[in-house]
Each structure stands twice: as structure tokens, then as C-alpha cells.
């Protein structure tokens, strides 16, 4: 069955609230790999192209380069929502939309049906690949998580330095990986680290041991839901204990730490190939 087939039958469940939660993560999944090319290809290059950094720095103060990161990965979040967007409504038409959460902090965005309810939920999170811990955190509660409709999309992005038709060097986000896992799954990992670090989860908090008070716990200071390290690595050691969607998960990380990893040496050269920036 080709990947166009399997979404719209995929597509045909949901609209019937029939879809179980693997069937949703696969649906997004189906379309993120046409979302992804049409931003590396024509987005990026022409609505976030800057001067190379030589001419054009980025932040270098913790904070500012904490905000250019959230804000450049809410552009890349919203670039990727139209481009599924777009292809949900040439397969559906008004039987199924991707609309922003406008009223809540989680999710992000709705997959809602012709009479606009919601059909499947879907948090987002970007990467930067160059962040010395990769920044983006899944820190909602897993009380607020509905397991049979609710995913998290993560994608990974860099810099990619590149020169314009006129000679001009110029530099732009490229997505280079990306995930759909069960919201679910990643809270229930997330959750189990916290504990076998002598924490514990409550219905409206976290908390962890306090490196203050010790034997004593505190609210967690925004370390327990780092995107890369949601999963225990006791937990680690026995991969195949661990469902196929946080084996894939814990695949993506390793890709992203690999690049990470070899980026941060020549982080100034420019890659082997990309489309030309408009």
C-alpha cells in the first residue's frame, strides 16, 4: 500500500474517531516527509536566510540565545502545521483540518473534524542540534495528556550555510530528523526516570531529590522533561523491554547527539549540498 493510500484510510478512521493511537502517530507520520522537504527546499531558504555569521552573528548571551531558538523553532513549528495542513485539506477537504490551540498552552495544535472536534491532539517541539543540551523540553503532566488521541512531533533542525545566485553567503535552518511518538509514552518514561532517580510524579507536579535539602524533595526546576534525556538509562540498558515507539525514539536521539557531536568541530563549514536560498 502506497504511503498517499495509507493516509487516507488512516484519515477515514480518524474522522470516525475510530483510529487508535499507533494508527494517529503513523497519519502524521505519513505526512512529514513532503511537510519537511517543502521547508528545507522553499521556506527556509527564502523566509529565514540571514547573512553568514561572519556578517550576521547569532546571540551569544545565554538568555537572547535561548529566545532565538524558541522563536525560530515556532516559525519552523508553524511553517510545518501549513504544509500538513495544506496536503490534509487537497485529501479530506472540510472532513479534517489542522488547527492551532489558541487557548491552551498544550498542545499545540488540533487535528479536528467537519463539525471542528477534536480528533487528535498534537504537541511540537524543535531541536537545535548545536544547543549544548538540545533545549526543548516535554514537561506537561501526564494527567493532562489524553493517551488515545494525543502525539508529540519532534523534528531536529541546524544551520546551513550556503551563498545566494549573486555570490552572496548566507545561512538558513535545515530539518534534518524527525519523530512522532504517543504522548503517552514519552510522559510514562519521563515519569518512571523521575522516580528511579528517588523522585516522585503528582497529579499537578514533579518533583525530584533537592540538591539544597538532602533527603528531601523539591519541585523540578525544569530538568526532568529535557526532549533528549526522557528516558532512565537503566531503563536504556534493555532496549528491547522498551515499546517500538521509544526504541525509535531513543534512535532519534542518538542520531541527533551523533550530529551534534561531529557538527560542533566545523560547525562553520558549509555542507555538501542544499537547494539554493531565493
Aim: aromatic share 8%.
Amino acid at each position: 500500500m502506497s504511503s498517499e493510500s495509507a493516509a487516507l484510510k488512516l484519515g477515514r478512521k480518524i474522522v470516525k474517531g475510530r483510529a487508535a493511537i499507533d494508527e494517529i502517530a503513523e497519519f502524521v507520520s505519513l505526512y512529514l516527509p513532503a511537510a519537511v522537504n517543502q521547508i528545507n527546499a522553499l521556506f527556509s531558504p527564502r523566509q529565514l536566510a540571514k547573512r553568514d555569521n561572519s556578517v550576521e552573528p547569532l546571540p551569544t548571551d545565554r538568555r537572547q540565545l535561548s529566545s532565538y531558538r524558541t522563536r525560530l523553532g515556532t516559525m519552523l513549528e508553524y511553517a510545518l502545521s501549513t504544509h500538513i495542513d495544506k496536503a490534509i485539506q487537497d485529501a479530506f477537504g472540510v472532513d479534517l483540518r489542522l488547527t492551532f490551540a489558541v487557548a491552551h498552552e498544550y498542545p499545540d495544535f488540533y487535528i479536528r473534524d467537519a463539525v471542528l472536534d477534536q480528533r487528535v491532539r498534537v504537541e511540537m517541539k524543535a531541536v537545535d542540534v548545536e544547543s549544548d543540551e538540545q533545549a526543548a523540553r516535554f514537561e506537561v503532566l501526564s494527567a493532562l495528556i489524553q493517551g488515545k488521541k494525543d502525539v508529540v512531533v519532534i523534528i531536529a533542525w541546524e544551520w546551513f550555510d550556503d551563498h545566494l545566485e549573486n555570490g552572496t553567503a548566507c545561512a538558513y535552518p535545515q530539518i534534518f530528523s524527525y519523530i512522532v511518538v504517543p504522548a503517552a509514552e514519552l510522559a510514562s518514561e519521563r515519569d518512571q526516570s523521575v522516580v528511579l532517580r528517588g523522585g516522585r510524579v503528582e497529579s499537578d507536579r514533579i518533583l525530584v531529590p533537592s540538591k539544597k535539602y538532602p533527603g528531601q524533595l523539591a519541585v523540578d526546576q525544569h530538568n526532568a522533561g529535557k526532549i533528549l534525556r526522557l528516558v532512565h538509562q537503566s531503563r536504556k540498558a534493555e532496549p528491547f523491554n522498551l515499546s517500538e515507539h521509544i526504541q525509535r525514539y531513543l534512535q532519534f536521539v542518538d542520531t541527533i547527539k551523533s550530529r551534534a557531536t561531529t557538527r560542533r568541530p566545523a560547525k562553520k563549514q558549509a555542507g555538501k549540498s542544499s537547494p539554493k536560498a531565493r
